[in-house]
């Protein structure tokens, strides 16, 4: 017998939360693994649908869950992931072109693959750590990855790994980062900043 019930709680990162039925107390556990309609995440005052089971341990959950006025067979939605990867693939060829063209040294390209890569591990990590409620990474650092020149990396990893993907004000700062590195990473192609690459490379050889 299916039941109604209202979402009272949702640890997105952690992907899961509790339920309040509609007619009964308590609340029921509910995993986002439970949805059948996984295209929509769900969200704290979400009408779900769905049938009482239990879990390994025998505690009781929610299982074949669907959020009320979305399909069953909604699927996700891949454009902004598809975006994202772009945008991240795009500058990054933008960067290889320019090392191609001599415009800017090959450390800078590699500055910017390592970082991305620390970057993605970072996010992987911090994730890794919600799910098991372990110490995490803080944001301040993520960002500070993210300014310095891993924002591919995070960008790639906020998509692909799910993670930091919706969370607000976490995304307006991120933006930011991108815009403050891209504008730094353009200051490069003026006089002064091709001396200052010109003699970190000079003092680093």
């Given amino acids: 017998m299916r039941k109604k019930g209202k979402i009272t709680s949702w ?103 390592v970082l991305s890569a620390a970057t993605f591990a970072a996010y992987a990590f911090d994730k890794s750590a919600a799910i098991k409620e372990s110490w995490r990474t803080s944001e301040g650092t993520l960002h500070l990855l993210a300014l310095v020149g891993g924002w591919p990396g995070a960008l790639i990893a906020q998509n692909g790994l799910r993670h930091k993907s919706k969370k607000q004000p976490f995304r307006a700062i991120f933006w930011v980062t991108v815009v403050l590195n891209c504008t730094g990473f353009i200051w490069l192609f003026t006089p002064e900043g091709a001396a200052a690459w010109q003699s970190v490379v000079s003092a680093i050889g």
Avoid: W
Wanted: charged content about 15%.
């Fill in 11 to 113: 640890f997105d990162e952690k992907g899961y939360g509790f339920l309040s039925p509609m007619e009964g107390h308590g609340q029921v556990f509910v995993h986002i693994k439970a949805f059948s309609n996984r295209g929509c995440r769900p969200a704290v005052g979400d009408v779900v649908t769905y049938t009482m089971s239990t879990d390994a341990r025998g505690r009781p959950c929610a299982k074949g869950a669907t959020i009320a006025g979305i399909p069953k067979t909604s699927k996700p939605k891949q454009s902004n992931s598809a975006a994202s990867y772009g945008i991240a693939a795009a500058f990054l060829l933008i960067v290889v072109g320019a090392v191609v063209a001599s415009a800017i040294p090959l450390p800078i390209l590699l500055f910017y693959v």
